[in-house]
């Protein structure tokens, strides 16, 4: 405990992240508290308020937050000279806003109602996500964690000034490769550390990845290695997943996290088409085809 209250005290409130920690705090409960209401309202309980309906039309909570969102944003900006416990308060309403919104991710990315269908699972991944890059950054790493940044910030020389955006463009670049391979968390967590996306840039791509599309789409050899890869190293992990989803949106089953896992790689563990082949006109002018 006390070394929790020298942390809070030191890396937290003293280095100004205060209003981070309210608002991945306010996240986290607002997430929390939307879950323990969905299920209560899904299974009916009498003393729960039901849904809220403007006459014949349901009105999701992502309303709720999108309305939460914004007026937080807006008085973060109104009241930035603020004291800090107001501008906390702010971060912990944008939070639970922020919360309320992501929790209904999947509707906004697939345009209907999917909460509780397969798809729904996509609302657990953006909130995973969010918790991630939200706790990295009160934890004190940034994308420029190898440099100490508070000398840099003093004054700034030319020459410091290049090393951190070579850096920066280093970072970049690689965080694109390990993107454009399918390896969206090894991407997010490796701007934070390094060594991460110089490991994910080495490594076979995803074989439905668009690198994979690029580069493995006439070597039949390199795209047979990735998904044999692919399909030994993801399983545990598809299963990990599905079950903590499970866990969080609905009741866990076993025997639904290995055929769910078993149907997720058969759907996402295929091979990219190979890259279209350019085509040429008589002049000797090329042109891509679409």
């Known amino acids: 405990m006390t070394d929790f209250r020298r942390w809070w005290s030191e890396d937290v409130v003293a280095s100004g992240r205060l209003p981070l920690a309210c608002l991945l705090l ?6 929390i508290l939307i879950r323990i209401s969905v299920r209560l309202i899904r299974k009916q309980v009498r003393w729960w308020p039901g849904n809220v309906r403007a006459g014949d039309v349901h009105i999701h909570h992502m309303v709720f937050g999108v309305i939460l969102v914004l007026v937080s944003g807006m008085s973060m900006m109104a009241l930035y000279q603020s004291s800090v416990g107001v501008i906390s308060a702010c971060a912990a309403f944008f939070g639970v806003g922020a919360a309320l919104v992501l929790d209904e991710f999947a509707l906004i990315y697939y345009l209907r109602d999917v909460y509780w269908e397969e798809q729904g699972r996509t609302s657990v991944d953006a909130v995973f996500v969010a918790v991630a890059v939200t706790g990295l ?83 039949k050899g390199v795209m047979r290695r ?4 692919e399909r030994r190293y ?13 866990l969080v949106a609905g009741k866990p089953d076993v025997a639904h996290v290995r055929r769910a896992a078993e149907e997720e790689l058969v759907r996402t563990v295929v091979p990219a088409p ?3 082949i350019p085509t040429y006109h008589r002049s000797g002018s090329q042109k891509i085809a679409d």
């Open 26 to 31: 306010g996240f986290i409960v607002g997430f």
């Open 137 to 219: 950054l009160l934890l004190g790493f940034h994308p420029l964690w190898l440099l100490d940044i508070n000398d840099f910030r003093t004054d700034p020389g030319a020459a410091e000034r290049i090393v951190i955006v070579v850096f920066a463009l280093v970072n970049l670049v690689l965080a694109a490769v390990v993107i454009a391979k399918g390896k969206i968390w090894t991407g997010l967590f490796g701007m934070f550390f390094l060594p991460l996306l110089v490991i994910g840039a080495l490594r076979l791509s995803r074989p439905g990845a668009p690198w994979a599309r690029w580069r493995y789409g006439r070597r």
């Open 226 to 229: 990735a998904i044999a890869r």
């Open 234 to 246: 993801r399983r545990p992990l598809i299963r990990a997943k599905i079950f903590v989803q499970d």
């Open 274 to 276: 190979p890259a279209p």
